[in-house]
């Protein structure tokens, strides 16, 4: 049987350091223009039923610098946007292509997928989990600031799909995580339960960002939910990042944000675009995390 990546659960902590640790070698490799080859003739589909920059250009890049080949397919490009069954189009992939990325809504359609496929598949991004963005941001921890082990990290806004992602990571990393929102868009009670002793809830922003040694927030809505966004707007703008936030985390905490990022909203100007902010280390490490987790679920190195 493949090995599958569709949370973060799908990985151990001890292979999730392994990634880590892979990815951090193949960036410097990549810096010094010394690419590794090591998925040569392999050949990766990438499903986009949801739009995306990062996530595209990464995964692209990644193959072509591990020697590789992508193929994207558009809800319009296949036949999954004609009403194709998930579970036809997954066996007829798997013998033509050698992993396969799903970018979608609903997560049981890459469950699904995943079940009736005989090659790897990613989640590139779903309503409940984006694990591929937690390697990168776990990647650019471990480089800026070493083993995240024992440490605070706080999340600030909605209990969206990168939440969940961290609720994961504080269970299987063993730290703390301190989520911070409205209770009303706290995070299910099943990803409560998960998090158990490593994750807190709270509507105290500044309570939440005390001694945190990293500081985490996401856009206030994504995509099918732009109606909702004025109504977010006034829910959320208590929890938004700025300046007196940051003041109250530890001297030395640094912010993150998957981006998109809407300035003024979730997030001010000021952090950002400071000297605090890994934001754009933590986007590029998209590639080099993603090329580790192909070279693990396409060739079983780690």
């Known amino acids: 049987m493949p090995r599958h990546f569709l949370t973060l659960a799908d990985l151990s902590a001890a292979e999730i350091e392994t990634l880590i ?36 250009v990464s995964f692209e890049t990644a193959m072509a610098h591990l020697g590789g080949h992508s193929v994207f397919l558009s809800p319009r490009d296949s036949q999954l946007g004609r009403g194709e069954p998930i579970e036809d189009t997954a066996r007829v992939l798997s013998k033509m292509v050698d992993a396969v990325m799903i970018r979608t809504f609903e997560h049981e359609r890459i469950t699904r997928f995943a079940e009736h496929a005989s090659v790897p598949v990613i989640n ?15 990647q650019t921890y471990y480089e800026l600031k070493g083993p995240i082990k024992g ?57 939440a960002a005390a001694a945190s040694d990293l500081i985490v927030t996401d856009t206030w809505y994504s995509m099918r939910q732009e109606a909702e966004a004025e109504d977010k707007q006034d829910l959320f703008r208590p929890f938004q990042v700025n300046e007196r936030l940051m003041t109250s985390a530890a001297p030395d905490a640094i912010f993150m944000h998957c981006l998109p990022a809407y300035r003024g909203a979730e997030v001010s100007a000021e952090v950002i675009d400071g000297s605090r902010s890994v934001v754009w280390e933590e986007a590029g490490n998209r590639l080099h995390a993603q090329k580790a987790l192909l070279e693990f679920l396409l060739e079983g190195m780690g």
């Open 124 to 138: 590139g991004l779903s309503d409940s989990y984006h694990p591929c963005q937690l390697l990168a941001d776990l």
């Open 151 to 207: 440490k605070k990290v706080a999340w600030f806004g909605d209990g969206n799909n990168m939440c969940n992602s961290w609720i994961n990571a504080a269970r299987i990393m063993d730290f703390h995580l301190h989520v911070a929102g409205p209770v009303a868009c706290h995070p299910s009670a099943d990803m409560v339960r998960q998090g158990g002793a490593n994750l807190s809830l709270g509507e105290d922003p500044l309570a």
């Open 21 to 56: 640790a892979r990815a951090m070698h193949l960036k410097q490799a990549f810096q010094r223009r010394q690419l590794q080859q090591t998925c040569a003739g392999r050949v990766l589909a990438l499903i986009f039923e949801k739009s995306s920059t990062r996530t595209r």
